[in-house]
């Protein structure tokens, strides 16, 4: 999601996966233009960024392919001189500074200050006959140029994906100098290449260094649009994180709408309508995602369709669940639900019976499902024997933070209420200091344990996606009526563009 070298052109192309644009795409009639995700990158984050400059330029310009220049010239008493400029590549190259602006037309304006760079190669030149070519000499070669560089990136959409255009981009030279190898020539070759050829060499530098700058950028978009896909998916779940509207470039941020539509084996949840406005976020953080109570609930309906609320409790876990006081209900509930048999001999089973329902509130989120519970005996060599089951109809409200890469659920709020109950030991069901002891277990221990496990099953999905690579800075989760903000200061993800490097250049 809203998910993403050491130049403003590589480190925006990270976020603008999730900040695209969608200057080429028809969207089509509402609802199908309804948000389920936002994201917004603040200047804050922008000038961030723009310190880390230097590693996406220099790729730019060693991997640009230089064409050999070629030329013929004629001069006073020597005749026709003929010369090629051969091998040209880039030998060394610095940066004093870096700009950047965010424009309300749609551009990042990048402004690139004193790019000092060494080009070398091989200088062959010649004299021209009337019918051929003839004495010909090489010298090796180093120019030694500064540049300013200048880059408006469009934004633009392909397929509903964000497809950045750096074309439009320039270079102004204040010097290029040739130094000739030992200097020893005649001084009528430095003229003739400061007269004659500079102007062409500039024209190439030119066109292929801008070249090479639009298809760093399309790579490196690319990149991380396969790592965005490769995050918003797991198995037979996709969030389909498409652009849903033309995004909003103001000064200070810039902010694209998303579907956030879940797919589920073919199927796709169906949005409506958006209660997104660009009023409830602000500007005081580097990175801002809005999340529709449709979005999540959306998942939380593929995850149980999926098979994956279903929760296995054994041994010390039982133990503790059963065992925090000492009591002769305890007790007694004990010995009728495992009989006598070993925590590690038995497995309680949790699972949802039907798709949990989700509810944003200022309070948290509240989950509201139906829910079983199954305790198993497991005697060696013998079917299971099933001792207890139990199915009730659970609302929680759960606040959620981000703590040292760990998402922590911590129930705040819940009600139960027992629909089915079935105890080996107690068939009639006339003991209920039995059921008013399991449903106490439930409220006190059995919810925040469930909620820790699915806590640390999202940690652990998040983390294989990579996120615990970035660093976030003091993140926030804010539950309001309908929607949930998750607000955040981040550290440069120079891993993602090393990465890129050594597996794209």
Same mark, same amino acid.
């Given at each position: ?37 936002? @994201? ?45 400029? /051969? ?28 790019? =000092?760079?060494? !080009? ?11 019918? $051929? ?22 934004? /633009? ?11 439009? @981009?320039?270079? =102004? ?21 400061? #007269?004659?050829?500079?102007? /062409? ?8 260094? @801008? ?22 998916? #797991? ?46 976020? =602000? ?5 801002? $995602? ?23 409790? =054994? ?40 798709? +949990? ?65 079935? @105890? ?7 003991? +209920? ?36 690579? $970035? #660093? ?17 200061? !981040? ?9 890129? !490097?050594?597996?794209?250049?």
């Amino acid at each position: 999601m809203c998910w993403a070298g050491r130049m403003m052109l590589g480190t925006f192309s990270i976020l603008l996966v999730l900040v695209p644009a969608a200057a080429a795409c028809d969207f089509g009639p509402f609802p199908y233009r309804a948000t389920g995700i936002v @994201c917004r990158m603040t200047k804050p984050a922008a000038l961030l960024l723009n310190k880390e400059t230097a590693q996406v330029i220099q790729a730019a310009f060693r991997n640009a392919k230089f064409p050999n220049i070629t030329g013929e010239r004629s001069m006073r008493l020597l005749g026709r001189v003929a010369y090629g400029l /051969t091998n040209i590549q880039v030998n060394d190259l610095s940066i004093e500074r870096s700009e950047v602006e965010l424009k309300e037309d749609n551009a990042i304006h990048i402004a690139i200050k004193n790019v =000092t760079a060494f !080009f070398k190669g091989t200088l062959t030149y010649g004299y021209a006959g009337a019918w $051929f070519l003839q004495l010909f000499h090489s010298v090796d070669f180093e120019i030694k140029s500064s540049i300013d560089l200048q880059l408006d990136i469009k934004l /633009t959409c392909q397929k509903e994906q964000v497809a950045p255009d750096a074309s439009d @981009c320039y270079l =102004t030279f204040h010097k290029l100098t040739l130094h000739l190898q030992g200097d020893k020539q005649p001084g009528w070759l430095k003229q003739l290449f400061t #007269d004659f050829i500079s102007f /062409t060499l500039k024209l190439v530098l030119k066109r292929e260094v @801008c070249k090479e700058i639009n298809a760093v950028a399309q790579t490196l978009t690319n990149f991380i649009l396969d790592l965005a896909a490769h995050f918003v998916r #797991d198995k037979d779940i996709i969030v389909d994180i498409s652009l849903a509207s033309d995004p909003v470039i103001k000064a200070s941020y810039i902010e694209s709408h998303h579907k956030g539509l879940v797919l589920y084996r073919n199927n796709s949840s169906v949005l409506s309508d958006s209660v997104f406005s660009p009023v409830l976020l =602000t500007e005081s953080r580097m990175l801002y $995602f809005w999340f529709s109570e449709h979005s999540l609930s959306s998942l939380a309906s593929a995850a149980f369709l999926d098979g994956r609320l279903v929760l296995n409790l =054994t041994g010390e876990t039982l133990q503790e669940l059963f065992e925090m006081e000492d009591t002769e209900v305890q007790r007694k509930a004990v010995q009728m639900v495992f009989q006598g048999t070993s925590y590690n001999d038995s497995v309680a089973k949790v699972w949802s019976l039907s798709q +949990p329902q989700i509810s944003l509130q200022p309070e948290g989120t509240v989950v509201r499902g139906l829910v079983a519970v199954e305790v198993s005996i497991l005697p060696a060599g013998e079917e299971p024997l099933v001792a207890l089951y139990m199915e009730k109809e659970i609302t929680v409200t759960v606040q959620a933070t981000y703590v040292e890469k760990k998402l922590i659920l911590q129930p705040v709020d819940s009600s139960i209420e027992i629909k089915v109950f079935k @105890c080996t030991a107690d068939p009639s069901g006339k003991d +209920p200091s039995i059921q008013s002891f399991l449903q106490d277990r439930i409220s006190v221990a059995g919810i925040p344990e469930v909620t820790s496990s699915i806590a640390s099953a999202l940690t652990s999905l998040m983390n294989s996606k990579r996120l615990d690579l $970035f #660093d976030i800075i003091d993140p926030e989760i804010i539950t309001r009526k309908g929607y949930v903000i998750v607000q955040l200061d !981040f550290g440069f993800p120079s891993h993602l563009l090393l990465n890129f !490097f050594e597996k794209s250049l």
